[in-house]
């Protein structure tokens, strides 16, 4: 059995998690195959997804994240260089600010939209969906249910 992730609440409870990056992050890395100043460019489009992200309550210390849901929230971790572990929390979202969620595969990736309660949407993808597609659910089921108490 997997350890843990690191910064949960002693009694709080890891329900789904998956590793994710910034929306356009595919995009920049394919785009910086083929460029000069590719890490530059893919950087610069990582900061300006970051900072509305973070002006939403969605806070990420790099381009590269895993988001979890617990029975208290989302989290979000910064990950380890090797493998993309969760390595600290960077952010936590309560689940009184998500208004909805809403997952869709977009060819190789699937993109995840939260749209909060403010007006605000954040968008995250990863490469491989089925993770974050069942995240997706989880935090819809749990959303509603709350919204329907």
Do not use: C
């Amino acid at each position: 059995m997997a350890a843990p992730p690191p910064g949960l609440e002693p009694n709080e409870h890891l329900i789904a998690r998956a590793s994710a990056s910034f929306r356009g992050a595919a995009a920049a890395s394919i785009r910086s195959t083929v460029a000069l100043g590719a890490a530059r460019r893919r950087l610069e489009a990582f900061y300006a997804w970051q900072e509305p992200a973070a002006l939403a309550g969605f806070s990420t210390m790099g381009p590269e994240f895993v988001v979890g849901l617990t029975d208290r929230g989302l989290v979000v971790w910064s990950t380890s260089f090797w493998f993309g572990r969760p390595r600290a929390i960077s952010g936590r979202v309560a689940l009184a600010d998500i208004h909805d969620v809403a997952a869709a595969r977009h060819g190789i990736v699937t993109g995840l939209a939260i749209a909060f309660k403010s007006g605000a949407i954040v968008e995250v993808e990863a490469i491989r969906g089925r993770r974050l597609r069942h995240l997706a659910a989880a935090v819809r089921e749990r959303v509603d249910g709350a919204a329907g108490a």
